[in-house]
């Protein structure tokens, strides 16, 4: 499993899922972040979707807490 961490905002976990929620396939992600290999997002997002509260509270901290500071899909 891949598992993608920084201390940055911006960084790559962070884009994945804001573009991810904001309804970005993972090739479109992909597309726009060229570092990140297409498999990379889906392991991301199998990760989010499988640990979605914890990830969703973890981003909140880094983003400075307020609702919806990552832009959550429904």
Do not use: C, K, W
Not at 5 to 11: D, I, L, T, V
Not at 29 to 50: C, E, H, K, P, W
């Amino acid at each position: 499993m891949v598992f993608i961490e920084s201390a940055e905002p911006g960084s790559p976990l962070d884009l994945v899922i804001r573009a991810f929620n904001r309804g970005d396939t993972p090739e479109q992600i992909a597309d726009n972040y060229t570092s990140l290999r297409v498999s990379d997002v889906y392991q991301v997002i199998g990760y989010y979707l499988n640990h979605r509260n914890e990830l969703d509270e973890y981003l909140d901290r880094r983003q400075g807490g307020g609702e919806g500071a990552i832009g959550r899909a429904s």
